[in-house]
């Protein structure tokens, strides 16, 4: 049984920071294409962020040098710094293993089948 449990998330005032992590288990891929989705109120969900095979990231626009994702083989573990957050951050985050190809979490040589996803944590920045 696949399972992705993040963890971290919390309310934060603008200009600081938080790091996410998501233990990944029962997903034989969970080296290859992993990253993060945020979804606001009445928003879609967005890929933010996405770690390869290779290690490679990519990074949505709109948290670009501001975030950074990485991850932790040894322990199946994937994270996600966030620093300088702002207001527009606030949203419900998602950890996710498998085909990522959505904006800013794009995978170029991901695995086949579907994704995965976490239960979602929230993050709440404050002005």
């Known amino acids: 049984q696949v399972q992705l449990v993040e963890s971290g998330g919390g309310s934060v005032q603008a200009g600081g920071s938080l790091r996410l992590s998501c233990v990944v288990s029962?997903?034989?891929?969970?080296?290859?294409?992993m990253g993060w989705f945020r979804q606001a109120p009445g928003k879609e969900r967005e890929g933010v962020a996405a770690?390869?095979?290779?290690?490679?990231?990519s990074y949505a626009d709109f948290v670009q040098g501001r975030f950074t994702t990485s991850q932790d083989n040894a322990k199946n573990t994937l994270y996600l710094q966030m620093n300088n957050l702002k207001p527009e951050d606030t949203a419900k985050y998602y950890c996710a293993a498998g085909r990522l190809q959505n904006g800013g979490a794009w995978c170029v040589h991901p695995p086949p089948g579907g994704i995965y996803w976490g239960q979602g944590i929230q993050v709440t920045v404050s002005s």
């Open positions: 770690i390869d095979s290779d290690s490679s990231t």
């Open positions: 029962g997903f034989t891929y969970s080296r290859d294409c």
